[in-house]
């Protein structure tokens, strides 16, 4: 079964400063990896998606994750965090690769406060 | 706006009552998907649709939850006698499946409140 573990809760981080959120996943084939965002009182917005064809992901508003199958991980990450980025971050990997399961499989949670 | 909208945006209903949500899905997309997400809680998958045919149904979707997409374009989710267990956000998302890794756009949800 598919499954995937946001290793913090809760991140803080400065203005300015590197943002980097932590994911595991676990999957019995290749997975279909996705990173969304939800603001407070808005939908989840799409971040970037891994299907294989690159490790290195590069998503909006600055973020990118590295796909790494020996460590099975799919970290967030983001040079410079802005005071926009605030909200919280789902790590999320896809029911099944093709067949008739598309339904998403989401980690808790991260929650990122950016401090001015 | 052509996104995923849903209507309406919050419900406060007795414990027992029924209440019904609506989902319009981006246009053209043919897969319909509901889930349902607590507070501090990821979402969790509920139900998804293909054209009209519902194809799956997850343990979570008891027996007082039942959806439809009737001519596959919008859909409803009914809860009936609902419990205090079932305050919650429901969001609805839809797709395109036409070969290759779907992308799954969510609407801004109803939040449910039973009393």
């Known amino acids: 079964a598919q499954s995937v573990t946001q290793l913090d809760s809760h991140v803080s981080v400065s203005e300015g400063t590197p943002v980097l959120l932590r994911c595991n996943y676990s999957s019995s084939y290749s997975p279909s990896l996705f990173w969304y965002v939800q603001h407070p009182n808005k939908g989840l917005q799409l971040l970037l998606k891994?299907?294989?064809?690159?490790?290195l992901v590069k998503g909006i508003n600055g973020f990118e994750a590295e796909f790494k199958k020996s460590e099975t991980s799919f970290h967030l990450t983001k040079p410079s965090a802005h005071m926009s980025d605030a909200a919280e971050y789902f790590c999320v990997v896809r029911g099944a690769n093709g067949g008739s399961q598309g339904n998403l499989i989401f980690g808790k949670g991260t929650k990122l406060s950016v401090k001015p | 706006d052509t996104g995923v909208s849903q209507n309406p945006r919050h419900k406060i209903t007795k414990r027992g009552q029924n209440v019904t949500f609506r989902c319009d899905p981006i246009s053209e997309h043919n897969r319909l998907y509901w889930y349902r997400q607590t507070l501090g809680q990821g979402p969790e998958f509920l139900t998804y649709?293909?054209?009209?045919?519902?194809?799956?149904k997850s343990r979570l979707l008891s027996d007082r939850f039942s959806a439809e997409r009737p001519k596959g374009s919008f859909s409803t989710l009914e809860i009936q006698r609902t419990e205090q267990g079932d305050s919650a956000m429901y969001l609805c998302a839809s797709s395109l499946q036409a070969g290759g890794t779907e992308t799954q756009y969510f609407g801004p949800g109803t939040r449910l409140l039973v009393l």
């Open positions: 649709f293909q054209n009209e045919a519902q194809l799956e």
């Open positions: 891994y299907t294989s064809a690159a490790t």
